[in-house]
């Protein structure tokens, strides 16, 4: 048996990260977590008991309320993000909280909330998580970071792709602005934002198929455990 380690996924939205992420986690038998599913599924809460974001006690309640837990599915083989034992892996798709996650995401309170599960999920190694601030907060210590980047064209396909396959509808421009906000907003925001940790591997896939990036990063993870291939 080799050694397990933390796999560090960030990069902007609609980069194949998660798609990579579940694959490597598949390969190697590690628990995988899309810690963006988590922004998600609390702003999905937000929305659902109109709770203001820009008022500090509503959002303090809110976090209280809002219990965020991962379900094994053995189905899709992955873990699923459940709010209040519900499963809300499609809702939490949706353009509605694709809109408004962002902000949410920007509050001190929501990140301490969520990096606190995120680290006590991981404690005993063996995971891949994807995110924007996992390599730099979440785990600074993951001993391998990938930071992941596409054309901006190519990511907005690929979004469109995703939602028809999940019967969501949107427009590819109603898409492309979504990822354009948000991609500002996360490496802007003052709290975590996205970017690069110093020691993380860069890779581009606009031209990488989801099994070219997986063998790249699968080497890669594989050189870091000790094992040859
Ligand atoms: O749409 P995409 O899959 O690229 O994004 P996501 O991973 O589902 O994350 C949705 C949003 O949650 C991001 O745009 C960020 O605002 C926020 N997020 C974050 O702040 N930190 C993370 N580790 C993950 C997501």
Redesign the pocket.
Known sequence: MHKKIIIAI??????G??TLAKQLAAKLEYIYI???????AVMLYFLENNIDINNQDSVQKGLREAVITFKFNPETRTNEVCLNGKNVEKE??EMRV?QR??E???IKEV?LA?VRI?KAIGANKGIVM?????GTV?FPQAELKIFLTADFDERVRR?FDDLLNRGITASREEIAQN?QE??V??TT?KE?P?LKADDAIELNNTFLSPDEQLEMVYSLAMEKTGVQV
């Not at 899309?34 to 998600?40: E, K, T």
């Open positions: 960030d990069g902007f939205a609609s980069c990260k998660s899309d810690s963006g599913a988590m922004y998600r939490i798709r694709s996650v962002s949410l995401s920007k990140r969520m995120q994807d995110g924007r601030d996992i979440v979004r990822l948000r991609d907003i996360d925001r975590s996205l």
